[in-house]
């Protein structure tokens, strides 16, 4: 990355309307949050999860920047070189390659993309490389990491500014590799970039519908928009695709690539399962991959994360992994986080966190728990303000039919009232029992009831968060971290046995 560099270079390429001063004007950095924005920089103004920049102009304005980059027509342009252009995230993306000096040359880098399990299948893949000793960074929206630096995420991939910056750190920290979660459906609202990579792979659930107005795959033409071969080059170095998804199949065939490998539960596929067995604290796997077959144990319960693992397999194979060091990265991997992720303090019964907020993701996780627990099955879980009313019926009706003992608590309530939200999820638990729920809209006070009722061999699932860290409440977000309550009452309830007493309540009794 170079200390100076001039708007005109950074938007080399870009058709645009210059409007109040010259493109020589020298750019310290590029900006699209304008909370960001300081003298000296570029601002990016385009519509997103966070609003429309545009209304934010005169605020970047304020705080320094130099040029503005936006695609709206401006009633009155600001005093500052203003740049309009078609679309300001494209061109946000191509800046900040020309900026950051491409740092995605010296990677190889593996655009993952798909429905809902690409976030777990990026984490995976990036885990599975690092203990196969390939050193690689992540740019998700579970977590950014490189190295030693890990930054927790809240469920958003990065722009592609934000990518290039991570991908500078990768190349400084030594990474030889970068995994990028891509989503697709931007393409379908017009407003995607595509990610430059070396390796394309194609995950299952392509076609699943959103809740947000789009699809959360998108379809087969939106996922390969989504990636391309980097610059200079006509194919792929390879493609993985799920081979028993229809749509990521389809994807697979659809694109140019030196080798394809095909992953799945198919014997027709080049990496495929032969055997799984669940187990109380994971599973055991037989992969059959070129080469030859790998038995081996890992601490993941999560169906769709199984299915993706394999996946994760599939890249390794498309990297030339040998395989006595796939097997012993295999054995290695964790969990994803929040993804049915235990929580062991060396407790007589099972503990899990989950981020399902939909009535599908609930009951798979609970249908897994109670496949491979043997006592009661008790759910601590609630529904937010992003949920419907029905939405909210059904989680109780769900909850009601699959769990032994359910506490309905609050969720992301916002501005609405947690004990309303309880209310609408219970009346659907209603609908199925009488009996075995209760609402206890303090969600840290809910985690610790839960802890108390349990018994030797039950299973405790805390749904809705997974490995967020926070709540937001009014118009505030305030820290909160599922695992780090568990481990709370977890350590209390174990100094009150040690002082005699059988639970928080008792002590309070006495």
């Known amino acids: 990355m170079r200390t100076q560099i001039s708007l005109r270079e950074i ?16 750019v310290a950095d590029l900006q699209y949050d304008v909370r960001k924005v300081r003298r000296g920089s570029a601002f990016f103004a385009f519509s997103g999860s966070a609003g429309d920049g545009h209304n934010h102009i ?5 705080q320094g920047a130099v040029a503005i980059v936006y695609e709206r027509p401006l009633f009155r342009p600001p005093r500052v070189v203003a740049v309009r252009v078609r679309d300001s995230r494209m061109a946000m993306a191509r800046a900040a390659e020309i900026f950051y000096g491409h740092p995605e040359r010296q990677l190889t880098v593996i655009g993952v993309t798909g429905g809902e399990a690409r976030s777990s299948a990026a984490y995976l893949v990036r885990r599975l490389l690092q203990n196969a000793g390939i050193e690689s960074g992540l740019v998700g929206s579970i977590v950014d990491e490189y190295g030693e630096r890990a930054i927790p995420k809240f469920g958003v991939v990065p722009e592609a500014v934000d990518a290039q910056r991570l991908m500078v750190g990768m190349v400084r920290s030594g990474c030889a590799a970068c995994v990028v979660e891509v989503r697709p459906w931007n393409v379908v609202a017009q407003n995607s970039v595509t990610t430059r ?8 659930g392509m076609g699943q519908a959103d809740g947000v107005g789009t699809q959360r795959g998108g379809t087969s033409e939106s996922c390969v928009l989504g990636l391309a071969p980097k610059d200079g080059q006509k194919r792929f170095t390879a493609v993985v695709c799920d081979y028993d998804d229809a749509m990521a199949a389809a994807c697979g065939r659809s694109v140019r690539a030196n080798r394809v490998v095909t992953c799945g539960t198919s014997p027709a596929a080049a990496v495929h399962v032969q055997e799984c067995w669940l187990h109380s604290d994971g599973a055991r796997l037989r992969l059959k991959v070129p080469g030859g077959l790998i038995s081996v144990a890992v601490p993941i319960l999560h169906r769709d994360d199984l299915r993706v693992l394999v996946g994760a397999v599939g890249v390794a194979v498309a990297l030339d992994v040998p395989l006595c060091a796939l097997r012993d990265a295999l054995e290695d991997m964790t969990a994803v986080p929040g993804h049915l992720e235990a929580v062991d303090c060396g407790q007589p019964f099972r503990v899990f966190v989950d981020s399902a907020r939909r009535k599908t993701g609930l009951s798979k996780a609970l249908a897994v728990l109670r496949q491979t627990g043997r006592g009661r099955l008790l ?6 303000v992003d949920h419907t009313h029905d939405e909210r019926v059904e989680l109780g009706e769900v909850a009601a039919r699959l769990v032994d003992h359910a506490i309905v608590t609050a969720d992301n309530p916002c501005c609405e009232s947690p004990e309303a939200i309880a209310s609408e999820v219970v009346s ?15 969600r840290r006070a809910a985690i610790a009831k ?9 299973t405790i699932l805390i749904a809705g968060k997974g490995h967020l ?10 820290p909160f971290d599922d695992r780090v309550y568990v ?6 309830a174990e100094d009150l046995e040690r002082a005699g007493y059988r639970n928080e309540l008792e002590l309070i009794n006495r």
Request: net charge negative.
């Open 469 to 478: 860290t926070c709540q937001k409440v009014n118009h505030a977000i305030v």
């Open 58 to 62: 005169t605020t970047a304005l304020e």
């Open 487 to 492: 481990r709370e009452s977890l350590e209390m």
């Open 11 to 26: 938007l080399d390429g870009t058709p645009a309307r210059t409007f109040g001063g010259a493109l020589d004007v020298p």
């Open 197 to 204: 990579c070396d390796i394309a792979a194609f995950v299952h």
């Open 450 to 458: 839960a802890m108390n009722m349990a018994k030797r061999g039950d």
């Open 428 to 442: 659907g638990m209603r609908r199925i029992k009488a009996g075995g729920f209760e609402i206890e809209c303090d």
């Open 379 to 384: 759910l601590v879980f609630g529904a937010g």
